[in-house]
């Protein structure tokens, strides 16, 4: 993640599943929507990607660990 000003600017998902071509499929909508919604919200609290529970749980448990060590 990118903050400047204190303020998110920026959230790229280094890792998630890649595994299968379903995990592919998947995450190739999840992963930008998950990330725009992180941008909109300033924080983790942001709602699942119907149809990836998984990657939306993951995605938002990391953001918030890394908020967390940013100290926001």
Do not use: F
Request: charged share 20%; glycine share 6%; proline share 4%.
């Amino acid at each position: 993640m990118t903050i400047q000003g204190g303020k998110l600017t920026d959230v790229t998902a280094v890792t998630y599943p890649t595994e299968n071509p379903r995990d592919q499929e998947i995450n190739s909508y999840a992963v930008p929507q998950l990330r725009r919604e992180a941008l909109d919200a300033q924080s983790a609290q942001i709602d699942s990607v119907s149809g990836a529970t998984y990657t939306s749980d993951g995605y938002r448990q990391s953001l918030q660990s890394a908020l967390d060590s940013a100290g926001l």
